[in-house]
């Protein structure tokens, strides 16, 4: 609601009408004006907790005059005659803007908290994935710059290599930490554009050394979809590049496209071991981890997060499906429609 204020009046507006009405239709059953009050307090403090502090003392506003109005004498009338009423009032007021502070302060401590776990996962996170391939890339390269007049030219080049495949790993963990970030605080903003799905699958295909590993069926009649492209890239590239590492040196992992009348469907099936049924809500979960303390098995849990995360923001889907050998992701993305497909 933070980002359309708008919707926070209007829930404003309706939860105070709807709280005033029940008891207006008690008040016949002669529910004391302090039931009354109560339940207008209680509205107010919803409204706090549901929203923010400017809808939540728009609904004091509403409470105070909706009380005046129905409950107090004369009824359906703005004044109010009966010192009583007025000092219920005054306490309604003072009570309903406290209690709305409090709740904001609640709110924004329990964000704050949230930021600080979030922070302490990164630092965790990064003293492992940062430390390990920058101490393979500096091992590599001082050795290769300590021997490399002794060291065989074949030698040399799986140094080299071994380097760069390491800073490759560590861009696209550092790249995945940024976007995870970015996700996290809602900063990304989309660029869509209705194109073709194939040439996005094949650029990401195309950055992967073990192409002859990856199979893909392609079933699709219409393949239009609107999307940013690097996006969606980056997470097929996730979702891929993890089914790799957990299927071993040599096992293939499959891509099969099809469609439904909504939806162009990717399934990204491994041969690796599989995810357990009770694990399969969490792997999507930033910062989880099949990585055992600090073995250096298993992924830092970010790549799956910011694939989900950018499906999400497609309007898609991506889950685990039931898959008799392996792991089955499936990842459903809206197909544009017609209009969209012929211009």
Not at 58 to 78: C, D, H, I, K, Q
């Amino acid at each position: 609601m933070s980002k359309q204020p708008w919707l926070g009046y209007l829930a404003s507006a309706a939860i105070t009408g709807t709280a005033a009405g029940l008891a207006y239709l008690l008040d016949h059953w002669l529910l004391p004006t302090s039931g009354t009050v109560l339940i207008l307090q209680l509205a107010v403090l919803l409204i706090a907790f549901l929203t923010n502090f400017r809808a939540a003392l728009l609904a004091v506003v509403l409470a105070l005059l909706l009380f005046n109005f129905l409950f107090t004498e004369p009824r359906y009338s703005l004044h109010m005659t009966d010192i009583d009423e007025m000092v219920t009032a005054i306490v309604f007021i003072a009570v309903g803007v406290i209690t709305s502070h409090l709740v904001t302060l609640f709110r924004n401590q329990k964000e704050s908290l949230r930021q600080a776990q979030l922070r302490s996962n990164i630092l965790l996170s990064v003293s492992h994935d940062l430390r390990t391939p920058l101490a393979s890339v500096i091992g590599n390269l001082s050795t290769l710059q300590a021997y490399q007049k002794r060291l065989p030219e074949q030698e040399r080049a799986e140094l080299l290599q071994g380097a760069l495949d390491e800073s490759d790993r560590l861009h696209r963990y550092i790249e995945n930490l940024l976007q995870a970030t970015r996700l996290q605080h809602g900063e990304i903003r989309l660029t869509h554009a209705v194109q073709d799905i194939r040439p996005v699958i094949s650029k990401t295909l195309s950055r992967f050394a073990s192409q002859e590993r990856l199979l893909v069926k392609d079933n699709l009649q219409h393949a239009m979809v609107e999307v940013q492209s690097s996006l969606l890239e980056q997470a097929l590239f996730n979702v891929i590049d993890n089914a790799m590492r957990f299927s071993g040196e040599t096992a293939p992992v499959t891509l099969s496209l099809s469609e439904t009348d909504k939806f162009i469907v990717i399934d990204i099936k491994d041969e690796g071991p599989g995810i357990e049924t009770s694990k399969r809500s969490l792997v999507f979960n930033v910062f989880y981890s099949s990585r055992e303390k600090d073995s250096g098995t298993g992924g830092t849990g970010l790549g799956l997060s910011v694939a989900k995360g950018i499906i999400d923001i497609h309007n898609g889907h991506i889950g685990i499906e039931e898959s008799s050998d392996g792991c089955l992701v499936r990842i459903k993305l809206p197909r544009a429609n017609i209009t969209e497909e012929v211009s």
